[in-house]
């Protein structure tokens, strides 16, 4: 019987520069904000993570001091080419972007009272609010297997609404005590998940 073929390598950045180009690309895409943008590019496009490993990366990266996106760069950066990698990725997300947000602020410094400048600012905080809810309902499928179940992931999801949407919590407070909780119950239900048995 013929031998099966071997998986097809999983793709991943040649170098540094693909890690600056792809972060760079990603980072001038995101008008509004650069996470569900950097699930497309990274997860969809590049193949790079997978959406379990994004996930992942993200909610570490929220927890950390620092905008998120920098440190999820830095993550992948990190994974590929250790400290060179991280560098790398985060001069990508930063570089090109930082030159052209000054350029950008030097010209609303002269136009923000133009109602139609005006007017495009708010219209880009809404796009920023439906790109980052259609990223999150892309993320859902990671959580089928979450320890704590669909009830309790569920549970856990509508109390941080509540408490960030409806009770305007801070957000350091929703991460001491929410976040806490939720890794509580998720170390409390693996150690109660039954062990495997032994494999023959």
Known sequence: MPDAPPPSPRPAPAGCGDLFLAFSRLALQGFGGVLPIAQRELVERLGWLTREEFAEALSVGQVLPGPNVVNLSLMVGDRYFGLRGALAALAGMLVLP????????????????????????????????????????RLVPTLAGHPLGRVGWVAV?????????????PLVAVIAGLGSLSCLLTAWRLRRAPSPGPTE
Do not use: N
């Open 98 to 137: 930082m030159a052209l947000v000054l350029m950008v602020a030097a010209v609303h410094g002269r136009l923000a009272e133009v109602p139609a400048v005006a007017g495009a600012v708010h219209g880009m905080g809404i796009v920023s609010a439906g790109l980052i809810f259609a990223m999150g309902l």
């Open 157 to 169: 999801a509508a109390a941080v609404v509540l408490t960030v949407a409806v009770w305007r919590w």
